[in-house]
Protein backbone atom coordinates (compact mmCIF):
# COMPACT_ATOMS: atom_id res chain seq x y z
CA UNK A 1 0.00 0.00 0.00
CA UNK A 2 0.91 3.73 -0.84
CA UNK A 3 -0.24 6.12 1.58
CA UNK A 4 -0.51 10.01 0.52
CA UNK A 5 -0.37 13.40 2.53
CA UNK A 6 -0.53 16.29 0.86
CA UNK A 7 -0.01 19.79 2.77
CA UNK A 8 0.38 23.77 1.73
CA UNK A 9 -2.98 24.38 0.95
CA UNK A 10 -4.68 27.74 2.08
CA UNK A 11 -5.89 30.66 1.45
CA UNK A 12 -4.09 33.46 -1.40
CA UNK A 13 -4.12 36.24 -3.14
CA UNK A 14 -4.64 36.69 -7.20
CA UNK A 15 -0.61 36.53 -8.27
CA UNK A 16 0.39 34.98 -5.39
CA UNK A 17 2.57 31.73 -4.79
CA UNK A 18 1.45 28.82 -2.90
CA UNK A 19 3.93 25.20 -2.69
CA UNK A 20 2.09 21.99 -2.57
CA UNK A 21 3.89 19.22 -0.55
CA UNK A 22 2.83 15.15 -1.10
CA UNK A 23 4.77 13.22 1.65
CA UNK A 24 4.73 9.17 0.37
CA UNK A 25 4.95 6.45 2.57
CA UNK A 26 3.69 2.43 2.85
CA UNK A 27 6.04 1.31 -0.04
CA UNK A 28 9.38 2.22 -2.05
CA UNK A 29 9.45 5.56 -3.62
CA UNK A 30 11.19 4.46 -6.56
CA UNK A 31 9.31 3.30 -9.22
CA UNK A 32 6.38 5.23 -8.79
CA UNK A 33 5.24 8.22 -10.97
CA UNK A 34 3.69 11.19 -9.24
CA UNK A 35 0.66 13.27 -10.32
CA UNK A 36 -1.38 16.08 -8.77
CA UNK A 37 -5.15 16.44 -9.67
CA UNK A 38 -7.65 19.24 -8.74
CA UNK A 39 -11.42 19.21 -8.13
CA UNK A 40 -13.43 22.60 -8.13
CA UNK A 41 -16.45 22.89 -6.95
CA UNK A 42 -19.39 21.40 -9.07
CA UNK A 43 -16.95 20.23 -11.16
CA UNK A 44 -15.01 17.03 -12.43
CA UNK A 45 -11.99 15.95 -11.14
CA UNK A 46 -9.17 17.64 -13.75
CA UNK A 47 -5.00 16.93 -14.42
CA UNK A 48 -2.86 19.26 -13.06
CA UNK A 49 0.81 17.86 -13.66
CA UNK A 50 2.85 14.41 -13.61
CA UNK A 51 6.41 13.51 -12.95
CA UNK A 52 7.68 10.28 -13.85
CA UNK A 53 9.86 8.16 -10.75
CA UNK A 54 13.10 9.54 -12.20
CA UNK A 55 12.01 12.98 -12.20
CA UNK A 56 13.15 13.15 -15.86
CA UNK A 57 9.93 14.11 -16.91
CA UNK A 58 7.02 15.80 -16.41
CA UNK A 59 3.23 16.71 -18.11
CA UNK A 60 1.13 19.41 -17.09
CA UNK A 61 -2.27 20.84 -18.26
CA UNK A 62 -2.46 23.72 -20.61
CA UNK A 63 -4.20 25.61 -17.76
CA UNK A 64 -1.28 25.75 -15.69
CA UNK A 65 1.60 25.40 -18.11
CA UNK A 66 4.36 28.61 -17.02
CA UNK A 67 2.77 28.84 -13.95
CA UNK A 68 3.08 25.59 -12.11
CA UNK A 69 5.91 23.36 -11.43
CA UNK A 70 5.78 19.71 -10.19
CA UNK A 71 9.07 18.54 -8.40
CA UNK A 72 10.22 15.22 -6.40
CA UNK A 73 13.01 14.69 -3.60
CA UNK A 74 13.58 10.99 -3.73
CA UNK A 75 15.85 11.02 -0.62
CA UNK A 76 12.11 12.75 1.37
CA UNK A 77 9.91 10.57 -0.05
CA UNK A 78 8.28 14.23 -1.33
CA UNK A 79 6.56 15.20 -4.07
CA UNK A 80 5.66 19.48 -4.81
CA UNK A 81 3.32 21.19 -6.86
CA UNK A 82 5.07 24.77 -7.28
CA UNK A 83 1.79 27.07 -7.94
CA UNK A 84 3.00 30.78 -9.29
CA UNK A 85 0.61 33.58 -10.62
CA UNK A 86 -2.62 32.13 -8.89
CA UNK A 87 -5.62 32.73 -10.16
CA UNK A 88 -9.11 32.05 -8.65
CA UNK A 89 -9.71 30.15 -11.34
CA UNK A 90 -6.86 27.77 -9.56
CA UNK A 91 -9.55 27.51 -6.45
CA UNK A 92 -10.15 23.53 -5.66
CA UNK A 93 -9.25 20.81 -3.93
CA UNK A 94 -5.68 19.61 -4.99
CA UNK A 95 -5.21 15.63 -4.67
CA UNK A 96 -1.72 13.80 -4.73
CA UNK A 97 -1.69 11.03 -7.10
CA UNK A 98 0.52 8.13 -7.70
CA UNK A 99 0.70 5.06 -9.73
CA UNK A 100 3.31 2.36 -10.91
CA UNK A 101 3.11 1.75 -14.70
CA UNK A 102 4.63 2.80 -17.52
CA UNK A 103 4.80 6.40 -18.64
CA UNK A 104 2.71 9.76 -17.67
CA UNK A 105 -0.84 10.14 -18.82
CA UNK A 106 -3.43 13.12 -17.39
CA UNK A 107 -5.84 9.79 -17.24
CA UNK A 108 -7.62 9.54 -12.96
CA UNK A 109 -8.05 6.36 -13.59
CA UNK A 110 -5.20 4.68 -14.10
CA UNK A 111 -3.81 6.19 -10.43
CA UNK A 112 -4.08 3.91 -8.08
CA UNK A 113 -3.18 5.64 -5.15
CA UNK A 114 -5.28 9.61 -4.04
CA UNK A 115 -4.48 11.72 -1.12
CA UNK A 116 -7.09 13.05 0.96
CA UNK A 117 -6.94 16.33 -0.80
CA UNK A 118 -5.63 20.00 0.55
CA UNK A 119 -8.13 23.11 0.05
CA UNK A 120 -6.31 25.86 -2.45
CA UNK A 121 -8.62 29.24 -2.11
CA UNK A 122 -7.32 32.07 -4.86
CA UNK A 123 -9.38 35.67 -4.39
CA UNK A 124 -9.51 38.08 -6.27
Known amino acids: QVQLVESGGGLVQAGGSLRLSCAVS????????MGWFRQAPGKEREFVAAIRWSGGSTLYADSVKGRFTISRDNAKNTVYLQMNSLKPEDTAVYFCTARYGLGLTSQPSVYGYWGQGTQVTVSS
Open 26 to 33: GRTFSGLH
